[in-house]
């Protein structure tokens, strides 16, 4: 089955960056490259939400909180996903979490966590 694994969290202030990664395994090359692979967030009592997405052809699409500060990028040969994430805010803060299916079944990190301070 495929397994996801982020990193790349961490403490940052209000303003600061940071880049998030997620590598998969135990997938082949092209299995991993046609399959749309997306970002999640979850902060403390609320629920887990969307905040970008990229396909095989590397169209892209983001919520409307993080439009201009964040982006999304894949490297098919290394089976990694990125999410570079910049002016960050603390409302930003959340465990950020790696997804893609597999068949009909969700496949989910373990996640990372961000926390932004002001």
């Known amino acids: 089955q495929v397994q996801l694994v982020e990193s790349g969290g961490g403490l940052v202030q209000a303003g600061g960056s940071l880049r998030l990664s997620c590598v998969a395994s135990?997938?082949?090359?092209?299995?991993?490259?046609?399959?749309?692979i997306g970002w999640y967030r979850q902060a403390p009592g609320k629920q887990r939400e969307l905040v970008a997405a990229?396909?095989?052809?590397?169209?892209?699409n983001y919520a409307d909180s993080v439009t201009g500060r964040f982006t999304i990028s894949r490297d098919n040969a290394e089976k990694k996903v990125y999410l570079q994430m910049n002016s960050l805010k603390p409302e930003d803060t959340a465990i950020y979490y790696c997804?893609?299916?597999?068949?009909?079944?969700?496949?989910w990190g373990q996640g990372t966590q961000v926390t932004v301070f002001s």
């Open positions: 135990r997938i082949t090359f092209s299995g991993f490259s046609i399959k749309t």
């Open positions: 990229i396909t095989s052809a590397a169209a892209t």
């Open positions: 997804n893609t299916n597999y068949g009909s079944q969700p496949i």
